[in-house]
């Protein structure tokens, strides 16, 4: 049932992408507009696409590894359109729909999931992993607007100027992206993770917990207070800050990856 | 309704002619009502910039006959003789008069290839022209005609997208750095040419201060009060430079003014915030070392002519796609003349048709005694049809004819046979 929403969604941020492509190399403001409203579309498509799945298989979309990174990249297209908004700059959506799309096809590839379900259930478990995967999109974004300010300022600094550099954002513009991106993702790790430590409580008479993803957690939000922190308001502001950020992500990738698959008991994909 | 078009460029006449013959607003209005009243234009206008003045309209008579007489009455009008004038002017008929226009409108005919004021100057001389009552309905139709193709050349290639000049490149690379100068801070060292030529770039896009350094604090004076900023004394570095987001340097110097250790303090003392130096001065201003600390940039006068250059190439790859839109624009205005031109031709042909009429009824008068008035009137009647119906198919042929040239020669082929012809010799 729910095919024709995933071909919905395809063909949605497929154009979406192509139009975002279009709009970095001419510029043209209806291409720009018609691009953020595919990808509107996409997300409705997407959506309805997580429900379907959802309820074909009676769980939350996050169950398993391909609901969860479908929804990785719904949150990612989500953080996106709302810095897009924000800041009122589309440049970057050329570069930000692959990932979106490239989650959303793998997370229908994906093989199904025989786990069986965790104890944790309810409102408050569902925002705590929402909330976690919408902080890691949005460290994501961070990450990909980090890069392009790394290549566009590498650029400017060697005086290779491409026309590439004529259209993507200021250089300001992509550091103030970045920032509010992470921001976003620290405000929702924060709550996501003050939610998560109530089901600790909750569960602590039944289970020993002893997480390596705890750990990590504090890692990265210490990580992304700490490039925060040093990308306002000192000499790192600029190519050092982004840098960090990049680093950053890679603590991101291996909670996300090698941590969930291996360390941890309780985490498998959020 | 031809069209005819006399004027001179800056790819015809010298700027010591150009000069002369240019026209204030007021001349221009004043040209347009001595052109009508003389009875040479039926509807005018005048275009006039620093590197053109054109002569637009629609003569009463052919164009070919028109246009020796416009080159006179310029001549008279500006008190050059005409053999100082000729050999620059330039005459343009019907389609290459409009493809002129168009092209101007475009940017395609300007000095620097795609630069944006022509379509204001264009804009604002059609408005003057049109307010005055100088124009009518073929001059409408062209200059609104042109003004839709400066719009579609701006909006749909790239002619004009790029900096072409090394004090408005700097500025905009700048802008790649900073986003919008509405929150940031320039300062210009030098009070010349070049230095002015910045600052306007710099107010252009919005810089929020201006700070001028000079050594003659005179003219530092003067520059910044000429442009709104604030004049700062010469060598007060520790002050001046941890202020400036931008600074622009275009003095006349043996040793570099601006050296690694300068900008190293002000870079602590502005939270290596991101700074940006144009050093337009030869030899060079600012020592080269600078370029390397963490959060400059640095560009120098070749750097910044590169990317002039580079601009300059990429618009021209544009041509073809502005030509395109110049071409599909003519054709259209051309359709559009020649639709009017059919039904004028129609009309008059239908009108001489029943003079022809009523002559031949007049001619066999005599052979048509013994028919009543009704019955005349009734044979009249009857010829008209015919003649009404003999009109009818090659008229609807001509109306749904698609292509231009063609419609346009049988246009043309149908007053030549039918009608006495006012047209080009």
Not at chain 1, 15 to 25: D, E, H, P, R, V
Not at chain 2, 30 to 48: I, K, M
Not at chain 2, 145 to 165: D, N
Request: hydrophobic share 45%.
């Amino acid at each position: 049932m729910h095919y024709g929403f995933f071909i919905l969604t395809v063909a949605a941020y497929g154009l979406s992408f192509a139009l975002y492509l279009l709009f970095l190399n001419t510029g043209k403001a209806l291409t720009g507009r018609l691009a953020t409203l595919l990808l509107a579309g996409g997300m409705v498509a997407h959506y309805f696409a997580l429900l379907a799945r959802s309820r074909g298989l009676h769980t939350v979309p996050y169950h398993d590894l391909s609901g969860s990174m479908s929804l990785f990249g719904w949150l990612l297209a989500l953080t996106y359109l709302a810095l897009e908004f924000y800041h009122r700059q589309r440049s970057v959506g050329a570069l930000v729909l692959p990932f979106v799309l490239v989650f959303f096809v793998a997370a229908h590839l994906a093989p199904a999931d025989r786990l069986s379900p965790t104890e944790a259930h309810g409102t408050s478990f569902a925002l705590h992993v929402t909330l976690s995967i919408l902080a890691y999109s949005a460290f994501a974004l961070s990450f990909v607007l980090s890069l392009i300010f790394l290549v566009e300022e590498r650029l400017l600094h060697g005086h290779k100027l491409r026309d590439v550099v004529w259209r993507l954002p200021p250089l300001d513009l992509l550091e103030q992206m970045s920032q509010s991106s992470v921001l976003i993702g620290l405000v929702s790790f924060g709550i996501g993770t003050a939610l998560g430590f109530l089901w600790v409580d909750r569960l602590s008479h039944k289970y020993s917990f002893y997480d390596p993803k705890y750990a990590v957690t504090l890692l990265l939000f210490v990580s992304y207070a700490v490039y925060f922190r040093l990308a306002r308001t000192t000499g790192w502001r600029g190519a050092r800050a982004s840098k960090l950020c990049v680093l950053n992500f890679l603590i991101v990738f291996l909670s996300f990856t090698v941590v969930n698959f291996y360390f941890s008991p309780s985490h498998r994909f959020f | 309704m031809e069209i005819v078009l006399v004027g001179l460029n800056h790819r015809t006449a010298p700027v010591e002619v150009r000069e002369r013959v240019s026209f204030t607003a007021e001349q221009a209005r004043r040209a347009s009502e001595e052109l009508r009243s003389r009875g040479l234009l039926e509807e005018t206008l005048v275009l006039s910039t620093c590197n053109r003045s054109e002569v637009y309209g629609v003569p009463p008579e052919s164009s070919h006959e028109t246009a020796p007489g416009l080159s006179n009455f310029l001549s008279e009008f500006h008190s050059v003789h005409i053999d100082v004038l000729g050999v620059s002017l330039y005459h343009h008929y019907d389609r290459e008069a409009v493809h002129h226009l168009f092209r101007v409108a475009a940017g395609l005919d300007s000095m620097m290839l795609g630069e944006a004021e022509i379509l204001g100057q264009v804009r604002e001389a059609y408005r003057v022209a049109h307010e005055q009552g100088a124009t009518g309905p073929v001059l409408n139709r062209l200059f609104q005609g042109a003004l839709e193709v400066g719009k579609r050349v701006r909006s749909e290639t790239e002619l004009g997208a790029r900096p072409m000049s090394v004090a408005s490149a700097g500025v905009r690379l700048a802008e790649r750095i900073f986003g919008k100068l509405h929150k940031h801070a320039a300062l210009v060292l030098g009070a010349g040419t070049i230095s002015e030529q910045v600052i306007a770039q710099l107010r252009d896009r919005g810089i929020a201060r201006l700070l001028v350094m000079n050594r003659s604090q005179e003219r530092a004076d003067g520059l910044a009060k000429q442009h709104g900023g604030e004049a700062l004394r010469w060598g007060d570095w520790e002050r001046a430079l941890p202020l400036a987001d931008v600074i622009v340097s275009s003095v006349a110097t043996e040793e570099p003014v601006l050296l690694r250790d300068m900008l190293e303090r002000a870079m602590a003392a502005r939270g290596n915030h991101a700074l940006f130096l144009m050093d337009l001065g030869l030899p060079r201003n600012i020592d080269a070392a600078v370029g390397k600390l963490y959060n400059v940039y640095l560009y120098n006068m070749d750097d910044l002519s590169d990317i002039v250059e580079q601009n300059r190439r990429a618009r021209e790859s544009e041509i073809p796609k502005a030509d395109g839109i110049v071409d599909e624009h003519v054709g259209k205005f051309l359709s559009w003349q020649a639709s009017v031109e059919l039904v004028g031709v129609l009309e008059e042909l239908r009108s001489k048709m029943r003079e022809e009429r009523a002559e031949f009824i007049r001619s066999r008068v005599d052979t048509l005694r013994h028919l009543s008035e009704a019955d005349r009137a009734h044979l009249e009647k009857l010829m008209d049809e015919m003649l009404e119906g003999l009109l009818l198919a090659p008229a609807q042929r001509l109306r749904g004819e698609k292509d231009l040239r063609r419609k346009i020669q049988n246009v043309e082929a149908l007053r030549d046979l039918f009608l006495a012809r006012r047209g080009k010799p």
